[in-house]
Nanobody, 122 residues
């Protein structure tokens, strides 16, 4: 059974840093692109970052470019997100997401973790 379990969230001050982790199980982790998606209070889902099978390619949303770094350790079946220079608007629940098997060249998401809360406050 596919499981994605996020951890590492918490309350931090503006300008601070945090490292989120996602422990994956129940599938061949190294065979899938992985993603981070977040949802701020009262707002919709926002795509944050994605990473290729071996970690060689990574993409970021405009709001986090230069501040966030996605990585993965396939030997440990773990996805990471390093978040730096935190801003108030980074406050959100952060979800670890698995890419669904490819259909007609389109990317979709089939499993989500429970999320981990990141709160930026002074």
């Amino acid at each position: 059974q596919v499981q994605l379990v996020e951890s590492g969230g918490g309350l931090v001050q503006p300008g601070g840093s945090l490292r989120l982790s996602c422990a994956a199980s129940g599938f061949t982790f190294s065979s899938y692109w992985m993603y981070w998606i977040r949802q701020a209070p009262g707002k919709g889902l926002e795509w944050v970052s994605g990473i290729s099978l071996d970690g060689g390619r990574a993409y970021y949303g405009d709001s986090v470019k230069g501040r966030f770094t996605i990585s993965r350790d396939n030997a440990k079946n773990t996805l990471y997100l390093e978040i730096n220079s935190l801003k108030y608007e980074d406050t959100a629940v952060y979800y670890c997401v698995k890419a669904a098997p490819n259909v007609a060249g389109m990317t979709s998401f089939d499993y989500w973790g429970q999320g981990t809360q990141v709160t930026v406050s002074s």
